[in-house]
């Protein structure tokens, strides 16, 4: 089978027995090779097989760059990363099983929906990014974040993503020559960095470049620079100014145009140092979209019925009606509905039309009587609403401060940053085998760095807070003791080492509440 650039891809049958694996269906392909859904026949476990082209083997870069996919790859211990089970070759042909996730993807998504809605764009880049900090703390970097890379399974609070296909990753620092030596460059022309096209070095803040091309693209339903050809889209992303989600949708705050600018910037130093930085940022943005919606659709709602009628009356043109305030003076929103108004009585025999002699008093008096009667009546309908006292401050011009003017933390509100402060955990928990498993200690504090950046852009609610500050020196006294080790000063790194596992039990008892009820997890001190 051959692909529209001339690949031959190997072509394996359901029911085909392959390096143990059974296959059952084809799943996808892509530059490289072709992946399956197939059965391990050992252990009865569904994988997605990945099986290179043929052609490629006689390239010895592509070759190395497929069997570093296995190593690299498998080295990220993270969630929202797919598992690498194995890795070899197979009757002359290359393979890696990994875990497969049952769904779809985050391309198949965007081309059913175009654009998604906020929370869901949330829940979405908090996961990927979480996953590329913990790439980027094992000293890697995946250069090809896009879409179809995401993978999604679950729905609604439940969606779980996955990034996947670190085939071109490499170590931070290397040459970009190591893997392009064919005259190819690695990425996808949508989101690629500029500095990827140009041949430069590349960090983290290359992904968070293509991370902020995805996060556009999610807003907008449209790819950062939309041209022709594929050459005018490169030249877009190392010259064009960024692009702005406001252009495509206005009712957006400027907040997106100024994020997504900053994470685009041509110059690396100028975007956010880490993914998880970025993410924070997203849903700061994301929060304040949605309480301006929130206080828009307050200020927009719906009238009832009753409320309706006060309006209708108001409109409508006649004389004011003997008891009734003239028009400026009612409070705002009353909620009572005033009696019907009524023809203007002929004048009594005797006074001409206009006379400016007064009303007499019982007139007036009567008037009184009949607003009485109405209230008494209202307030006695309304009562079992709990609405009367809210009625009467209400004629009487007076006002009260609304609970809701305190803005509390919701419940849905709460759960997002539960979610962001979980991500922080996953970091730091990542940074943990890099210290205590591969004595990494240089890379470890690098992790520590990171995440003390996320939590230095976090903004947890008071009942996050105490969780919050304690991760805080937890990772303080953990970056003390990397250092320390790092520089070979492992007598003083013994004094943060203790001051860190005494904090561990604080931790857990302060988040495990919240990552128990919106998560459905528990963590130990074995974790930390």
Same mark, same amino acid.
């Given at each position: 089978?051959?692909?529209?650039?001339?690949?031959?891809?190997?072509?394996?049958?359901?029911?085909?027995?392959?390096?143990?694996?059974?296959?059952?269906?084809?799943?996808?392909?892509?530059?490289?090779?072709?992946?399956?859904?197939?059965?391990?026949?050992?252990?009865?476990?569904?994988?997605?097989?990945?099986?290179?082209?043929?052609?490629?083997?006689?390239?010895?870069?592509?070759?190395?760059?497929?069997?570093?996919?296995?190593?690299?790859?498998?080295?990220?211990?993270?969630?929202?990363?797919?598992?690498?089970?194995?890795?070899?070759?197979?009757?002359?042909?290359?393979?890696?099983?990994?875990?497969?996730?049952?769904?779809?993807?985050?391309?198949?998504?965007?081309?059913?929906?175009?654009?998604?809605?906020?929370?869901?764009?949330?829940?979405?880049?908090?996961?990927?990014?979480?996953?590329?900090?913990?790439?980027?703390?094992?000293?890697?970097?995946?250069?090809?974040?896009?879409?179809?890379?995401?993978?999604?399974?679950?729905?609604?609070?439940?969606?779980?993503?996955?990034?996947?296909?670190?085939?071109?990753?490499?170590?931070?620092?290397?040459?970009?020559?190591?893997?392009?030596?064919?005259?190819?460059?690695?990425?996808?022309?949508?989101?690629?960095?500029?500095?990827?096209?140009?041949?430069?070095?590349?960090?983290?803040?290359?992904?968070?470049?293509?991370?902020?091309?995805?996060?556009?693209?999610?807003?907008?339903?449209?790819?950062?620079?939309?041209?022709?050809?594929?050459?005018?889209?490169?030249?877009?992303?190392?010259?064009?100014?960024?692009?702005?989600?406001?252009?495509?949708?206005?009712?957006?705050?400027?907040?997106?145009?100024?994020?997504?600018?900053?994470?685009?910037?041509?110059?690396?130093?100028?975007?956010?140092?880490?993914?998880?930085?970025? #993410?924070? %940022? =997203?849903?700061? !943005?994301? *929060?304040?979209?949605?309480?301006? &919606?929130? +206080?828009?659709?307050?200020?927009?709602?719906?009238?009832?019925?009753?409320?309706?009628?006060?309006?209708?009356?108001?409109?409508?043109?006649?004389?004011?009606?003997?008891?009734?305030?003239?028009?400026?003076?009612?409070?705002?929103?009353?909620?009572?509905?005033?009696?019907?108004?009524?023809?203007?009585?002929?004048?009594?025999?005797?006074?001409?039309?206009?006379?400016?002699?007064?009303?007499?008093?019982?007139?007036?008096?009567?008037?009184?009587?009949?607003?009485?009667?109405?209230?008494?009546?209202?307030?006695?309908?309304?009562?079992?609403?709990?609405? #009367?006292? %809210? =009625?009467?401050? !209400?004629? *009487?011009?007076?006002?009260?401060? &609304?609970? +809701?003017?305190?803005?509390?933390?919701?419940?849905?509100?709460?759960?997002?940053?539960?979610?962001?402060?979980?991500?922080?955990?996953?970091?730091?928990?990542?940074?943990?085998?890099?210290?205590?498993?591969?004595?990494?200690?240089?890379?470890?504090?690098?992790?520590?760095?990171?995440?003390?950046?996320?939590?230095?852009?976090?903004?947890?609610?008071?009942?996050?807070?105490?969780?919050?500050?304690?991760?805080?020196?937890?990772?303080?006294?953990?970056?003390?003791?990397?250092?320390?080790?790092?520089?070979?000063?492992?007598?003083?790194?013994?004094?943060?080492?203790? %001051?860190?596992?005494?904090?561990?039990?604080?931790?857990?008892?302060?988040?495990?509440?919240?990552?128990?009820?919106?998560?459905?997890?528990?963590?130990?001190?074995?974790?930390?």
């Amino acid at each position: 089978m051959a692909d529209a650039a001339g690949l031959t891809f190997p072509v394996l049958s359901p029911g085909t027995e392959f390096a143990g694996y059974r296959i059952e269906e084809m799943v996808g392909r892509g530059g490289m090779g072709v992946v399956y859904r197939a059965v391990d026949s050992t252990l009865e476990r569904t994988v997605a097989l990945k099986v290179i082209a043929p052609q490629h083997i006689e390239d010895p870069a592509v070759v190395s760059r497929f069997k570093s996919e296995a190593k690299l790859a498998a080295s990220i211990d993270h969630p929202n990363v797919v598992t690498i089970y194995s890795a070899g070759e197979f009757e002359g042909v290359l393979f890696l099983a990994m875990r497969f996730v049952p769904g779809t993807d985050l391309h198949a998504v965007m081309h059913e929906h175009r654009s998604l809605d906020l929370p869901r764009i949330n829940r979405i880049v908090a996961q990927v990014a979480s996953a590329l900090d913990a790439a980027h703390a094992c000293g890697l970097v995946h250069r090809d974040v896009k879409p179809a890379n995401i993978l999604l399974t679950g729905a609604g609070e439940n969606e779980h993503a996955y990034l996947t296909d670190f085939g071109i990753t490499k170590r931070l620092g290397a040459s970009t020559a190591d893997l392009t030596r064919s005259g190819h460059w690695v990425g996808t022309a949508d989101y690629v960095a500029p500095e990827q096209i140009r041949g430069l070095g590349i960090d983290a803040r290359t992904d968070v470049y293509s991370l902020g091309c995805v996060i556009h693209e999610l807003l907008t339903g449209h790819r950062p620079y939309e041209k022709d050809s594929v050459v005018a889209t490169l030249w877009a992303h190392v010259s064009d100014p960024p692009p702005a989600p406001c252009a495509y949708r206005p009712e957006l705050l400027p907040d997106f145009d100024s994020l997504i600018a900053r994470a685009t910037a041509k110059a690396p130093a100028e975007r956010f140092s880490s993914a998880g930085a970025l #993410a924070t %940022a =997203l849903a700061g !943005a994301i *929060s304040a979209q949605e309480r301006r &919606s929130e +206080a828009h659709s307050t200020r927009e709602e719906p009238q009832t019925s009753e409320a309706m009628t006060v309006a209708d009356d108001r409109a409508a043109p006649s004389r004011p009606d003997p008891g009734i305030e003239p028009a400026g003076t009612t409070p705002p929103n009353p909620v009572v509905v005033p009696p019907t108004r009524r023809s203007a009585a002929p004048p009594p025999p005797g006074r001409a039309t206009g006379s400016t002699v007064d009303e007499p008093a019982p007139a007036t008096d009567r008037s009184g009587r009949r607003r009485l009667r109405l209230l008494a009546v209202v307030i006695g309908v309304l009562a079992s609403a709990g609405v #009367a006292v %809210a =009625l009467v401050v !209400a004629l *009487s011009g007076k006002t009260t401060p &609304s609970p +809701a003017a305190h803005h509390p933390v919701t419940r849905p509100v709460l759960a997002d940053n539960v979610r962001q402060l979980n991500a922080i955990v996953q970091l730091f928990i990542a940074g943990k085998r890099l210290s205590h498993v591969e004595h990494a200690y240089s890379a470890a504090a690098q992790n520590r760095r990171l995440v003390l950046d996320r939590l230095t852009a976090f903004h947890p609610p008071a009942q996050l807070r105490p969780a919050t500050e304690t991760l805080r020196q937890m990772t303080a006294d953990s970056l003390a003791f990397n250092l320390d080790m790092a520089r070979g000063k492992a007598a003083l790194a013994r004094a943060p080492d203790a %001051a860190h596992n005494a904090l561990r039990p604080r931790f857990v008892a302060e988040f495990n509440p919240y990552a128990q009820r919106y998560l459905g997890r528990t963590y130990t001190i074995n974790n930390f």
